[in-house]
C-alpha cells in the first residue's frame, strides 16, 4: 500500500514534521517521491519508521540510527557491524531495565510505607520502624 504523509504519520504515531526530519537526516533514504516531491510511504517504509522509533526510545542518537541505515544500504559486508551495534543497544538497555528495577523497587517499598500509614492514619506507627 502507499501512504501520504498524513496516512504515515496516522499509522506510526509520528508527526508529519519528525517525518520529515527523519527524511532530512536520511533516516528515510527509501521512501520513494512523486515527480513533484511528495513522499510516497510504502509499507516497508512503515516497518523502518516502527525500527526507528524503537531505537530511538532505547536512547540511540540520530546519528547512530544513520549509520546502521548506511551499513544496512552496503550490504552484507556490514552484517556483522549491525550485529554488534544491536548487541551494544541491547547491553544499554539491560543497564536501563536495570536502573528502572531499582527505582521500582524504591517506589514500591514507598507504596507499602504509605499504604501502612494511611490504614494506621498516622506516620507515627511507621517512624518507629522504618524512617523514610
Same mark, same amino acid.
Request: with cysteine; net charge neutral.
Given at each position: 500500500? *502507499?501512504?501520504?504523509?498524513?496516512?504515515?504519520?496516522?499509522? /506510526?504515531?509520528?508527526?508529519?514534521? /519528525?517525518?520529515?526530519?527523519?527524511?532530512?537526516?536520511?533516516?528515510?533514504?527509501?521512501?520513494?517521491?512523486?515527480?513533484?516531491?511528495?513522499?510516497?510511504?510504502?509499507?516497508?517504509?512503515?516497518?523502518?519508521?516502527?525500527?526507528?522509533?524503537?531505537?530511538?526510545?532505547?536512547?540511540?542518537?540520530?546519528?547512530?540510527?544513520?549509520?546502521?541505515?548506511?551499513?544496512?544500504?552496503?550490504?552484507?559486508?556490514?552484517?556483522?557491524?549491525?550485529?554488534?551495534?544491536?548487541?551494544?543497544?541491547? *547491553?544499554i538497555i539491560e543497564e536501563q531495565m536495570k536502573a528502572l528495577n531499582q527505582y521500582m523497587e524504591k517506589i514500591n517499598y514507598k507504596?507499602?510505607?504509605? *499504604?501502612?500509614?494511611?490504614?494506621?492514619?498516622?506516620?507515627?506507627?511507621?517512624?518507629?520502624?522504618?524512617? *523514610?
Amino acid at each position: 500500500m *502507499e501512504y501520504s504523509i498524513a496516512k504515515a504519520s496516522e499509522k /506510526t504515531g509520528l508527526t508529519p514534521h /519528525t517525518l520529515r526530519f527523519y527524511d532530512k537526516e536520511g533516516l528515510l533514504p527509501f521512501v520513494a517521491r512523486t515527480a513533484s516531491g511528495i513522499r510516497i510511504f510504502q509499507d516497508s517504509d512503515i516497518e523502518w519508521l516502527s525500527l526507528i522509533t524503537c531505537l530511538k526510545n532505547t536512547g540511540m542518537s540520530i546519528k547512530d540510527i544513520k549509520v546502521f541505515i548506511d551499513w544496512y544500504q552496503e550490504g552484507d559486508a556490514t552484517l556483522e557491524k549491525r550485529l554488534m551495534l544491536f548487541r551494544h543497544q541491547k *547491553e544499554i538497555i539491560e543497564e536501563q531495565m536495570k536502573a528502572l528495577n531499582q527505582y521500582m523497587e524504591k517506589i514500591n517499598y514507598k507504596i507499602k510505607y504509605y *499504604e501502612t500509614a494511611v490504614a494506621a492514619g498516622t506516620e507515627a506507627i511507621q517512624e518507629k520502624c522504618c524512617k *523514610e
